[in-house]
Every structure is written in C-alpha cells, then in structure tokens.
DNA sequence: ATTTGATAATTTTGTTTAAATAGTCAGTTT
DNA sequence: AAACTGACTATTTAAACAAAATTATCAAAT
C-alpha cells in the first residue's frame, strides 16, 4: 500500500529525473518548465505546485547529484590500502562526475559568480564532506605509522584540494570560459594524479 | 649629447609613467586619455603620436612592469642555498609584485575572460620567465645531489606553478570577484608557503 | 490533494538616444 | 622634418523604452 505522501515522492522523483535529462542536455537557461512539463505530460503549473521556481527545481537536482557523489566517495573510502590510493578515488571519482554530468553545469558557466548562495553552500557541503573523509584518512594511515604524524590533517587536505583544483583552472584560464572545456578534462586528470604523487610523497617519512 | 631619438624615449617614458600612476590609482576603465594627458600638461592628440591606442598604451605598462618583474626574480635566483630557498623567492616576489600594484590589476577585474591576447602573450611569457629559471633551479639542485633526478623539470615546475594557482583561486570562489579581494593577499601567500613546504619535500629524497 | 487553462508578472532581448570618451587630422610650432 | 595641438569625428557606454519570451500565480476543475 502506498500513502499519499509516498506518492507525491514519486512524482517529485520523476519530476527531478525530467528536469535532470533536460538540464544535463540543453543547460539551464535553454531548458524551459514547459519542455520538462511536457516530457512528463503535465502542466507546467504542476511543477510550481511541487516546486517553487525554475532555480529551486535544479538546485534539487544538484543536490540530489551531490548526495549520490558524497555517498559513491564514502563508500570507496571505506577501505583503502594507503593513502594515495585514497586520494586518487577522490581524483577518480570527482573526474567521474564531472564527466557525467558535464553540460549540467552549464549553469555554472553562464551564471559565473552570480550562483546563488544555495548553489555555493552545496559545493561547500561536498568540499566538508571531502574534507572530512580525507583527512580521516590521513589520520588512519597516521595510526598505521604509514607517514609521518600530521598535526593538521584538515589544513593539508583542504590545500591538496586548493592545488588540484589550481589544475583545473589553468587549464581555463586565457580561456574566454571559466570552466573547462570537456576535451581538456583528461588532460586535468593526469596532471592532477601526478601532482598527488608529489603532494603525497611530501607528507611521507 | 642627447639624439632625437633619446628625446622621444624619454617622453615614452615619461607618458608610461604618468600613466601607470592613473592605471595604479583608479583602473583602465576610469582612467582616461585625456587625464593622462593632462597630468603632463600635452594634449590629448599627443599620446596618440606615441602610442597606437589607450589599449596598446596599458600593455606597453605592462609590459615594462612584467620586464621589471622577470628582471627582479632573475636577480633572486641567481644564487640561492637550496630549492626551497628559490621557490620561496618566487612566490614572496610574486606576492610583493601583485601588492604593489594591485589595482593597476583592475583591467582585469573588469575585462576577466575577454583580455586581448597581447596581454596573455605577456602573462604567458612571465610564466615561461618562471618555468626556465626555476626548473634551472631544479637542475642545480639535482646536480649537487640534494634532490633526487627529475626527468621532466619543466612539467614539475608547471604543475607546481597550476598547483600555487589553485590556492589564489579557491581564496575567490564563490566571491563575485576572480581576482583576490586585497586583504586576502596574505592568506594566500601564508598557504603557497605552506604548498611549498609539502611540494619540495614531495622532490627529495 | 492534485491538476490545469488562463492570466499576470518578470526577465530577456533588441532598439533608440544621449553622453562620455576614444581616436583622427589638418594645420601650427619648434 | 619631427613634435605638437585644437577642433573634429567615430565609438563605446549607459539609460530608457518596448516587444517577445518565459517564469510564476490563481481561480476553478477533477
């Protein structure tokens, strides 16, 4: 037996599926609520009933795309063998999703600095969320005597994150766009596996 | 005895100069020619005999300011004690260099991605200033043994270069600006500092 | 409680105009 | 001839407005 409520989490379920196909192919500003209305054969006032705006809608979307790569980074981090396998999952993972997802974020490219503050407190959510894990990590091999003590683990991660991250904006910059165009995103892959390599044999013995 | 020629340089200088100072003081955009042209008491039509346009008339500042800069690292690294000695001297010149003449930067600010390619051009030779002189640093240091040999100096040095990037750069995500708020300069020097550390020590042995 | 058609409100896009500023040039001065 | 200028033109920027597209609302229907 299914209750009303469950219902109505269907079809919000299906709702943030439509929006999800027609934002990751046209981008945001090229998707309008009566095309994703009329993939699911409804009225677009249906989908204000359900959500409240256009932003609103695709900030569930991301963050729905945000719980799952926090959850596919916890479940890889559960166990590792040392820490730069550890830290390659990250790279891995997070290379992964941008691939995936890539012209979703379409937004990002046309809105620039102007994402609203829901959008920025996500990505802060996913940075904590990486820096939680990772610096847990860091603590394990610590304790397993793999490298050598670490008096901030949180202030090193969040470094590492700064240098990756530095990969992939040189790689733009020059550019006229802020974010990567997708043929390059192999090439920021490898440097930032080589700049782990680096980073990781620098807090070694 | 001074030659025609030596005249007209030094009125080119003299207009370099009083230029970069309005650059400095209030930006390209509200800075006009005939301001320039009336802190040296000519006329408008003049710096236009001297310069194509008020675009080439900014690069031409830049350019000698980024000569100034190569010079001045030059200088720096022509002896040092050991790598992380001449990577630090990179950075802390650097940061000096983009204090000093912070708001002469708010061309690019304003102008961001769209920079005309004269500008990159300068930006890229700057950079390649910095990759030949400290991957030469690299080479030293391998010769006398301290570190142990690098194949590739220069793509090491590059990806330590994306990698201090990164840490300027995540100092403005999610600011509405890309370029750094002043008062987050030293944060972002204190880190690079702390990258280096980790980085060169990711060389050694 | 869920859904919609019709309608209102807002945003985006394009156009016009005026003001500010960049840029030119014929002619003057050195 | 090289250095320079006043007066002019051309371009860019900003503001104001209108039309079109799209977002968002709401009274009524299921």
Redesign the pocket.
Same mark, same amino acid.
């Given at each position: 037996m299914s209750s =009303?409520?469950d @219902? @109505?989490d269907i /079809?919000r379920e299906k709702i943030l599926e439509a929006a999800y196909q027609r934002f990751l192919h046209y981008g945001y500003? /090229?998707?309008?609520?009566?095309?994703i =209305?009329g993939d699911? *054969?409804? *009225? /677009? =006032?249906?989908? &204000? &009933? &359900?959500?409240?705006?256009? *932003?609103?809608?695709y900030i569930a979307v991301m963050r729905k795309l945000a719980g799952e790569y926090i959850q596919n980074l916890e479940n890889e981090l559960r166990q590792f063998d040392n820490l730069k396998e550890a830290f390659a999952a990250q790279v891995d993972i997070q290379h992964n999703f941008i691939v995936k997802n890539y012209n979703f974020f379409d937004f990002f490219r046309v809105n620039e600095q102007n994402l609203p503050d829901t959008i920025w407190e996500i990505i802060a959510e996913i940075r904590r969320a990486e820096l939680v894990l990772l610096s847990a990590a860091i603590r394990v091999e610590e304790n397993k005597g793999h490298i050598k003590p670490v008096e901030n683990p949180e202030q090193i991660v969040d470094l590492l994150i700064d240098a990756l991250h530095g990969v992939r904006v040189s790689a733009v910059s020059h550019k006229k766009v802020m974010f990567p165009q997708k043929e390059h995103l192999e090439e920021i892959h490898t440097k930032r596996l080589l700049l782990l390599n680096i980073f990781i044999k620098g807090l070694m013995y």
């Open positions: =009303a409520v @219902q @109505q /079809k500003s /090229k998707t309008t609520m009566n095309e =209305a699911l *054969s409804l *009225s /677009k =006032a249906l989908l &204000y &009933y &359900y959500f409240p705006d256009k *932003s609103q809608l």
